[in-house]
């Protein structure tokens, strides 16, 4: 059965994408993004989905692309930040290895900027970042099988920690 090797969740700004790319190479395996995966099932770049579909159209996308990429993937896959509202997501995640990169108000905000090409984050990014957090961060812890807090810290080293974590578990 083939299946990811590592998948990452964590809220906008943890660093999901930079830090699987530098976890895929670190581990000589392929990176794989769900929101580019519904870009290209969509044809549109997801700020274009949000705008033209609506949310639920986009989550329906974001749900059958993280199905899709559980069974047929076996590098390191990055969700969305939203991707674990779903409960059939939730659902489907377990039994595998979930990190959760956490990240704080702040750092979030430093890295994301103030919603650029972000639909959710539009209007009052800080307010939306801090509600999004609060309101996903349990939503995380349940489906991780570990957890790297990525505050105050650069990508290589975050992505060493998770590789450690891969061969001790």
Excluded at 81 to 101: N, P
Excluded at 119 to 137: V, W
């Amino acid at each position: 059965m083939t299946r990811p090797r590592c998948v990452l969740v964590g809220p906008p700004g943890s660093g999901k994408s930079s830090v699987g790319l530098a976890l895929a190479e670190l581990l000589r395996l392929e990176f794989r993004d769900t929101d580019s995966d519904i870009e290209q099932l969509a044809g549109k770049p997801i700020p274009e989905i949000f705008f033209d579909d609506g949310e639920e159209h986009f989550r329906a996308l974001e749900r059958e692309a993280v199905t899709s990429a559980l069974r047929s993937f076996d590098g390191v896959l990055a969700l969305g930040g939203g991707a674990v509202l779903a409960e059939s997501t939730r659902a489907a995640l377990a039994g595998h290895t979930v990190v959760f990169l956490s990240v704080e108000l702040a750092d979030a905000v430093q890295r994301v900027g103030l919603g650029q090409g972000r639909p959710l984050l539009a209007l009052n990014p800080r307010a939306t970042l801090r509600h999004q957090l609060d309101q996903r961060r349990p939503l995380y812890q349940q489906v991780a099988s570990a957890t790297v807090v990525t505050d105050g810290r650069d990508v290589p080293e975050i992505a060493l920690e998770i590789a450690a974590i891969l061969r001790s578990g």
